[in-house]
């Protein structure tokens, strides 16, 4: 098993441009959640979902958005990137409960 | 709403050294708590968790926490740190939203770097 895999783990954005953080599951687990760490402030919440075709809103989505078209993949969008959105974000996921696994990790720079 | 706080931003311990992060819970009910690590460069991982009866819970890597309902706290403990320990350790409570379902969310504590020196 791969677990969650997330790709790019790297990328620099120019103010305005838009890019697709692409996470997939191989655990067959129905929860999904994507996070953005920033130093000294812990992980917060952006999108989540409960299953295909179902998502919600978390602590911070504005500037973002999701789908879910599968069981597996969970894309995060970055519409229009502004500096305030650079950050190391997360995607994880769950077998209905709380005992999340997380992938490792994509660095995103916006200058 | 439900919060958790840690304390400590950053803790250094000698290797062989005893262990105690401490977290501190905003919670209305018994709360579920978490404690996840995240090695240098890498994803989450949980570490332990609490739902329910004995206070004193053991985890992977040879952790260990206790809740005290009393100090509204869930510290984690080691009594030997190995080098391998630094990381950087997260608490964590359930995300609810007013009268509704979990589904799993949970809210970060700030997280505490620990540092082990040879």
């Known amino acids: 098993n791969a677990g969650v895999t997330q790709t790019p783990k790297f990328r620099i954005l120019k103010i305005g441009q838009s890019m697709t953080l692409q996470c997939t599951q191989d655990?067959?687990?129905?929860?999904m959640y994507w996070y953005r760490q920033d130093p000294g402030m812990g992980l917060k919440l952006i999108y989540y979902s409960v299953g295909a075709g179902i998502t919600d809103k978390g602590e911070v989505p504005n500037g973002y958005n999701v789908s879910r078209s599968t069981t597996e993949d969970f894309p995060l969008r970055l519409e229009l990137a502004a500096p305030s959105q650079t950050s190391v974000y997360f995607c994880?996921?769950?077998?209905?409960?709380?005992?999340?696994?997380f992938g490792p990790g994509t660095r995103l720079t916006v200058t | 709403a439900q919060s958790v706080t840690q304390p400590d931003i950053h803790i250094t311990v000698s290797e062989g050294a005893s262990l105690e992060l401490r977290c501190n819970y905003s919670?209305?009910?018994?709360?579920?708590l978490f404690w996840y690590v995240q090695s240098p460069g890498q994803g989450l991982q949980l570490l332990l968790k609490?739902?329910?009866?004995?206070?004193l819970v053991q985890g992977i890597k040879g952790f260990e926490a206790e809740f005290k309902r009393s100090q509204s706290s869930f510290n984690l403990r080691k009594p030997s740190v190995h080098w391998s320990d630094a990381a950087e350790y997260f608490c964590?409570?359930?995300?609810?939203?007013?009268?509704?379902?979990?589904?799993?969310?949970?809210?970060f504590g700030q997280g505490t770097i620990l540092t082990v020196h040879p």
């Open positions: 964590a409570v359930p995300l609810n939203p007013a009268g509704g379902t979990s589904y799993g969310k949970l809210t």
């Open positions: 609490y739902f329910s009866g004995d206070t």
């Open positions: 994880a996921s769950s077998n209905r409960g709380y005992e999340q696994y």
């Open positions: 655990m067959n687990h129905n929860y």
């Open positions: 919670y209305g009910a018994t709360p579920y």
